[in-house]
């Protein structure tokens, strides 16, 4: 998989490591920004309010 | 396909996961905190910036037994959801301890600092002020939630008015689904009959939802904002 991305990419092993170096950057400003924000709420620590206490009482549940 | 290279695949395959793992518990040790800090920084400064532009109205006058039901005074304005509203400091849980208190307790809210539970009583009102914070993670307002102890002041200032409640005893280990907490007259907390309330709500064991920890306050204390801060804030 990483081998077949490296072999994909242009330019010799210098440019080779930047693109690759950028690729991961942005791979892991994608996770940080979009995906575990996402998946973050599935996990229990949020939950610290007690149930239904108004109509409004949600971050608990899960 | 080479056997070699389903076993480079799979080798391949299971790095990821690994480093994907491990960046996740990176975010959420570490960055999550990083962003609440910033978040309630911001909305700190929104609150302190509206109170400097208009003085909020000023809070609504005790109660007076000659005022006749007609003659009640207007309703103030309902928090804006997830707006902040007032400012919390504990100084239990150190002196640079101050959070945003925001209305509601949406998910999102809870990220940018304290939620209010909407539909419970204002900070100083007869009622019972309920708020729920992170234990752990977006900064861990209620990391040290356990130290509470009876006679600890929990301030909060609404830009108008200095309240200063204290807490009634150890904090209390109950489920989720146990409302009655956060009631005007919160029950298990030994208070009895209608008060001044303040309930802090937030998940126990620590790192995990199955209970929830409650503490509960009584309002000792009034102070305008316009008189400085009040002496339990001192040092």
Known sequence: MYGWIWRH?????????????????????ALFQYVFPWAEPLLPFGDVTVDGASAGGAGVGQ | ?????????????CVTVGALIILFVVYFLFWTGVKAADAAEGEIDTLRREWAREPVAAAPPPPSPASSASAEPPAPAPYRDGKPFA???????????????????????????????????????????????HRRTYGD?????????????????????????RIAKRPHRTVPTDTAVVAPVPRGSGFEGAGRYLTLTTCEPEWGSSHRLV???????????????????AG
Request: without cysteine.
């Open chain 1, 9 to 29: 990419l242009p330019g010799n092993a210098w440019v080779r490591s930047i693109i690759a170096l950028v690729l991961v950057l942005a791979v892991v400003y």
């Open chain 2, 1 to 13: 396909m080479s056997v070699r290279s389903v076993v480079r695949t799979f080798s391949e395959l």
């Open chain 2, 87 to 133: 400012t919390m400091r504990i100084p239990r849980l150190g002196s640079g301890w101050e959070w945003p208190v925001l209305e509601n307790t949406e998910v999102s809210t809870l990220q940018k600092g304290l939620g209010h539970y909407s539909g419970t009583a204002r900070p100083g009102d007869t009622g019972n002020f309920a708020v729920a914070g």
């Open chain 2, 141 to 165: 307002p209620f990391k040290d939630f356990p130290k509470l102890r009876p006679g600890d002041a929990v301030v909060v200032n609404d830009g108008t008015t200095w309240f200063t409640y």
């Open chain 2, 215 to 233: 503490a509960w306050a009584h309002l000792d204390a009034t102070r305008p904002v316009s008189e400085g801060e009040p002496p339990e804030l």
